[in-house]
């Protein structure tokens, strides 16, 4: 007679509470004479007022019309374009840190901010460090996005036996890493999957998976209901069919072009038309080597060869028939490399298209659509104050004059804080490494 296996140990929770208060910038200030793109609600507004109090936007209307307290500062945009803070829904910025090693500045937060991206998901960080960072951002103790994240991947080696194989595992993400998101990453088949919805159903998480250059499996994954599917399809055009499929079930779809499925990367277009390398905000906020590392010998590729204009087409069919679209930089080049994906998104449709994805798309897209993605009273004040109009020409969104995350307002190309108060950026580690470096 077999043995029976040995009865499984229940195992002990001891909980660490350590508390310390959540950074509130105080005090009033008052943007006024810009144009705000505020894609929520009040749609676009010529010459406007919008007030920020204690971190959050209190509300936004034509110059002169909003009841603005005594005492808050007041600067003029005239001439400036503002936009909500860049939201991306597809980031890897844990891949250039040293695992275990929590750093004071950390740069890959400190390039995405320069660059605006004031918020985003890390979908698949392979350890638990940027939940260390996201809870300093949140305390002020460095300049940070709201770096959300699913933590470490659910794989296949996971091996899931049932659902409530799947819950017990689901539930110490929940309560353990506090997230909200997690990511399925080829995590088995396709009952095995099943098994991970129906779990995170029961949790209240959002589960998103990846599209693995196999349109048969993403089919699935929006049938079985996924929240999201990462990396674009892998074949183009996509047509009626699965466009309506895509934006009926509301899966948000983040095609990640600068890693383009079906062709060559559109990042090698931008770092062969941009010469990032000698651009001196990159070099500010980038490691010299890393720049060395990803912008020398890059593939050269005649430009028709590129398919993502016709990938971004059809992702912008499916926001158009009423889906969700977000910008995803894939982590490729921090900062700058969310605008390039951004741009090439936008080349298969229209500026304003593009800018939906990057902002209150994507703030939906990863399930914060109430705190982020538009210029709405309540909101966490993240904003970009441009000096050129994105709507005119999308490579705008690059012409930068400020940064604001969480109501405190940056010089984007130092990161020295301007309000509430005046405070410089220390200089980072890698300063005066490398030739022309900062």
């Given at each position: 007679e077999a043995e029976a296996e040995p009865e499984e140990k229940d195992y002990s929770v001891f909980h660490a509470r350590v508390e310390v208060p959540r950074d509130n910038p105080a005090g009033s200030l008052l943007l006024t004479g810009g144009t705000a793109i505020t894609m929520g609600e009040a749609g676009i507004v010529e010459n406007a007022d919008i007030l920020i109090t204690d971190g959050k936007f209190v509300a936004v209307g034509p110059k002169g019309s909003l009841d603005v307290p005594r005492g808050a500062e007041v600067r003029d945009m005239s001439g400036k374009f503002i936009t909500p803070g860049f939201v991306d829904t597809h980031g890897h910025w844990r891949n250039w840190s040293r695992n275990g090693v929590i750093e004071p500045h950390f740069w890959p937060f400190l390039a995405n901010v320069a660059y605006g991206v004031t918020s985003g998901l890390d979908v698949q960080t392979g350890t638990t460090?940027?939940?260390?960072?996201?809870?300093?951002?949140?305390?002020?103790?460095?300049?940070?996005?709201?770096?959300?994240?699913?933590?470490?991947g659910v794989f296949s080696d996971n091996g899931f036996k049932d659902k409530d194989h799947a819950l017990n595992t689901l539930r110490r993400y929940k309560e353990h890493y506090r997230t909200k998101n997690i990511k399925a990453y080829i995590s088995g088949n396709r009952k095995q999957r099943q098994y991970i919805i129906q779990a995170s159903k029961e949790l209240g998480i959002m589960p998103t998976t990846e599209g693995a250059l196999d349109l048969k499996l993403d089919l699935t994954h929006i049938q079985d209901g996924f929240a999201g599917n990462e990396h674009n399809y892998p074949v183009f055009p996509l047509y009626k069919d699965v466009i309506d499929f895509n934006a009926k079930t509301g899966i948000g779809y983040t095609p990640t072009l600068l890693?383009?499925?079906?062709?060559?990367?559109?990042?090698?277009?931008?770092?062969?038309?941009?010469?990032?390398?000698?651009?001196?905000?990159?070099?500010?906020?980038?490691?010299h080597f890393v720049v060395d590392g990803r912008t020398k010998r890059v593939p050269w590729v005649r430009e028709e060869e590129y398919p993502f204009p016709r990938i971004a087409a059809s992702a912008l069919d499916i926001q158009r028939a009423g889906g969700y679209v977000g910008v995803g930089s894939h982590g490729q080049f921090q900062g700058l490399g969310y605008h390039w994906e951004l741009w090439a998104l936008a080349s298969g449709g229209t500026p304003m298209e593009a800018l939906r994805a990057a902002t209150i798309d994507g703030a939906h897209?990863?399930?914060?659509?109430?705190?982020?993605?538009?210029?709405?009273?309540?909101?966490?004040?993240?904003?970009?104050?441009?000096?050129?109009n994105p709507l005119e020409d999308i490579a705008n969104t690059a012409a930068i004059h400020r940064v604001m995350m969480n109501g405190r307002l940056y010089n984007d190309d130092t990161l020295d804080q301007l309000w509430p108060e005046e405070k410089a950026l220390p200089p980072l580690w890698f300063h005066g490494a490398g030739p022309d470096a900062p």
């Amino acid at each position: 007679e077999a043995e029976a296996e040995p009865e499984e140990k229940d195992y002990s929770v001891f909980h660490a509470r350590v508390e310390v208060p959540r950074d509130n910038p105080a005090g009033s200030l008052l943007l006024t004479g810009g144009t705000a793109i505020t894609m929520g609600e009040a749609g676009i507004v010529e010459n406007a007022d919008i007030l920020i109090t204690d971190g959050k936007f209190v509300a936004v209307g034509p110059k002169g019309s909003l009841d603005v307290p005594r005492g808050a500062e007041v600067r003029d945009m005239s001439g400036k374009f503002i936009t909500p803070g860049f939201v991306d829904t597809h980031g890897h910025w844990r891949n250039w840190s040293r695992n275990g090693v929590i750093e004071p500045h950390f740069w890959p937060f400190l390039a995405n901010v320069a660059y605006g991206v004031t918020s985003g998901l890390d979908v698949q960080t392979g350890t638990t460090d940027i939940f260390a960072y996201q809870d300093m951002v949140e305390a002020g103790r460095i300049i940070g996005m709201r770096a959300w994240s699913t933590g470490p991947g659910v794989f296949s080696d996971n091996g899931f036996k049932d659902k409530d194989h799947a819950l017990n595992t689901l539930r110490r993400y929940k309560e353990h890493y506090r997230t909200k998101n997690i990511k399925a990453y080829i995590s088995g088949n396709r009952k095995q999957r099943q098994y991970i919805i129906q779990a995170s159903k029961e949790l209240g998480i959002m589960p998103t998976t990846e599209g693995a250059l196999d349109l048969k499996l993403d089919l699935t994954h929006i049938q079985d209901g996924f929240a999201g599917n990462e990396h674009n399809y892998p074949v183009f055009p996509l047509y009626k069919d699965v466009i309506d499929f895509n934006a009926k079930t509301g899966i948000g779809y983040t095609p990640t072009l600068l890693v383009t499925y079906g062709g060559p990367w559109a990042e090698n277009y931008f770092f062969t038309t941009a010469s990032p390398h000698d651009d001196a905000k990159v070099n500010q906020f980038i490691p010299h080597f890393v720049v060395d590392g990803r912008t020398k010998r890059v593939p050269w590729v005649r430009e028709e060869e590129y398919p993502f204009p016709r990938i971004a087409a059809s992702a912008l069919d499916i926001q158009r028939a009423g889906g969700y679209v977000g910008v995803g930089s894939h982590g490729q080049f921090q900062g700058l490399g969310y605008h390039w994906e951004l741009w090439a998104l936008a080349s298969g449709g229209t500026p304003m298209e593009a800018l939906r994805a990057a902002t209150i798309d994507g703030a939906h897209i990863i399930g914060h659509e109430q705190e982020v993605g538009s210029i709405d009273p309540g909101k966490f004040a993240d904003l970009v104050i441009l000096d050129a109009n994105p709507l005119e020409d999308i490579a705008n969104t690059a012409a930068i004059h400020r940064v604001m995350m969480n109501g405190r307002l940056y010089n984007d190309d130092t990161l020295d804080q301007l309000w509430p108060e005046e405070k410089a950026l220390p200089p980072l580690w890698f300063h005066g490494a490398g030739p022309d470096a900062p």
